[in-house]
C-alpha cells in the first residue's frame, strides 16, 4: 500500500505547475498493471514520477507500507515498481538497431 501524506511538488518545466496531494491514499496490490490516464498537462508524469522516487517530494513523504520513502531505503523502493512513459525512445533505439535474424 502506498500512502502519501500532503506531497508537493515543482515542476521545473513549467514556469506555473504545482503538484498538490492533500491525504491522498493510492493502493497497488502486487503485480498489478496501473495506468494514469487524463489530459495533456494534467500531472500525469508528473505523478508517476513522484511515486517512483524520480522527483523528490518538496514537503510531506511518500510511504509504502506505513513506511516512508527515504534516501536510505530509496533504492529498494524502486525495485519494487516500473514505468513506461510514452516518451522513452528506448524501446525504438533497441529495436531499430538489433540486429537481424539470419
Known amino acids: ?36 490516464v487524463g489530459g495533456n498537462g494534467s ?7 513522484l511515486l517512483l522516487g524520480l522527483y523528490p517530494p518538496e514537503s510531506g513523504e511518500i ?8 534516501d536510505s531505503n530509496r533504492d529498494h523502493y524502486r525495485q519494487l515498481f516500473t ?7 528506448l524501446f525504438e533505439n533497441l529495436i531499430r538497431t538489433w540486429p537481424p535474424e539470419p
Open 83 to 89: 514505468a513506461v512513459f510514452s516518451d522513452s525512445y
Open 63 to 70: 510511504r509504502l507500507d506505513r513506511t516512508p520513502i527515504s
Open 1 to 36: 500500500m502506498l500512502h502519501s501524506n500532503m506531497c508537493e511538488f515543482w515542476n521545473a518545466n513549467r514556469r506555473t505547475t504545482i503538484l498538490g496531494l492533500a491525504q491522498s491514499l493510492l493502493s497497488f496490490v502486487l503485480g498489478e498493471v496501473v495506468f494514469l
Open 43 to 49: 500531472g500525469k508524469t508528473t505523478l508517476a514520477k
